[in-house]
């Protein structure tokens, strides 16, 4: 069993950067992590993913160049480095996990869910 909780959102002016983190419980070197964001009244979309134990990672081709997955063994954390936002990044953002080392742009893939955390950028 993987928890997740994500942090890091908040407001930002269009062109600027935001980093959201992701701390995840349990053993999670076996597992893929991806983040996905919602925007009021859409569906959940892909936004980034990798494997734990891995060294590639697949982007949305919208934030492709400007937003970069990332972790932290040490600190068994995930993180989502936003640079150069849009307002139409907005949306809550979710940090989710599978078992095993394939990861997916399909949000339905992905077992276990962080509450989410609120990315608004102003234009």
């Known amino acids: 069993q993987v928890q997740l909780v994500e942090s890091g959102g908040g407001l930002a002016q269009a062109g600027g950067s935001l980093r959201l983190s992701c701390a995840a419980s349990?053993?999670?070197?076996?597992?893929?992590m991806g983040w996905f964001r919602q925007a009021p009244g859409k569906e959940r979309d892909f936004v980034a993913a990798?494997?734990?134990?891995?060294?590639?990672?697949n982007y949305a081709d919208s934030v492709k160049g400007r937003f970069t997955i990332s972790r932290d063994n040490a600190k068994n954390t995930v993180y989502l480095q936003m640079n150069s936002l849009k307002p139409e990044d907005t949306a809550v953002y979710y940090c989710?996990?599978?078992?095993?080392?394939?990861?997916?742009?399909?949000?339905?893939?992905?077992?276990?869910w962080g509450q989410g955390t609120q990315v608004t950028v102003s234009s």
């Open positions: 990798f494997s734990w134990s891995g060294t590639t990672a």
């Open positions: 989710a996990a599978r078992s095993g080392t394939a990861y997916y742009s399909d949000y339905a893939q992905y077992a276990y």
């Open positions: 349990g053993r999670t070197f076996s597992y893929a």
